[in-house]
């Protein structure tokens, strides 16, 4: 079975600063990765597809890339309201596995 | 748009099987797989399994022996069975709407189920 890692776990960052997540899978996924925000309280919701594509209504800030292994998450400008869980998930292989998530909050 | 609404019990006893349904409204139970997620209290997501429109079915292996996803399309439901149940099994429950393109892009509300006798 693939895994999923993350890193970093948590991590605590100014309003406006660039913020990136790392995603590494046990084996090569091609770009089947998506990337999910959970706020407190809240439904996760999908924010990438495709590694890199971003889904309707997200805004421009939040970027992913990568190929393979190797995925990152961007903020490129972090927000209050960017405040959550991220999650990253691979749909390679007709199986869903979800990464640990990456708590992001504000310093 | 498409809805999902989640039901079951929020309570399960333990060693007995926790049953819940996801109910589709504003759209078509076609042509996805729809997928049941957990998530237990303080910790991430868990993917459990889904049911393709068709009926076929994928599981999470290391859940693989307990549970049972089924789909009903003429009630545009589908439902999740997990048998004998324990505390480690209480979570939050969400169903999802998804396809091998771009993974999960509708989730229901979620409930919570909690074992305990």
């Known amino acids: 079975d693939i895994q999923m890692t993350q890193s970093p776990s948590s991590l605590s960052a100014s309003v406006g600063d660039r913020v990136t997540i790392t995603c590494r899978a046990s084996?090569?996924?091609?770009?089947?990765l998506a990337w999910y925000q959970q706020k407190p309280g809240k439904v996760p919701k999908l924010l990438i597809y495709?590694?890199?594509t971003l889904q309707s209504g997200v805004p421009s800030r939040f970027s992913g890339s990568g190929s393979g292994t190797d995925f990152t998450l961007t903020i490129s400008s972090l927000q209050p309201e960017d405040v959550a869980s991220y999650y990253c998930?691979?749909?390679?292989?007709?199986?869903?596995?979800f990464g640990p998530g990456t708590k992001v909050d504000i310093k | 748009q498409v809805q999902l609404q989640e039901s079951g019990p929020g309570l399960v006893k333990p060693s007995e099987t926790l049953s819940l349904t996801c109910t589709v409204s504003?759209?078509?139970?076609?042509?996805?797989?729809w997928s049941w997620i957990r998530q237990p209290p303080e910790k991430g997501l868990e993917w459990i399994g889904y049911?393709?429109?068709?009926?076929?079915?994928k599981y999470n292996p290391s859940l693989k022996s307990r549970v049972t996803i089924s789909i009903d399309t003429s009630r545009k439901q589908f439902s999740l069975k997990l048998r004998s149940v324990t505390a480690a099994d209480t979570a939050v429950y969400y169903c999802?709407?998804?396809?091998?393109?771009?993974?999960?892009?509708?989730w229901g509300q979620g409930t919570t189920v909690t074992v305990s006798s």
């Open positions: 504003g759209g078509s139970i076609s042509t996805y797989y």
């Open positions: 049911v393709y429109y068709s009926g076929s079915t």
């Open positions: 084996q090569g996924i091609s770009n089947y």
């Open positions: 998930q691979k749909y390679n292989n007709a199986l869903f596995t």
């Open positions: 495709a590694a890199s």
């Open positions: 999802t709407r998804g396809n091998f393109y771009y993974g999960m892009d509708v």
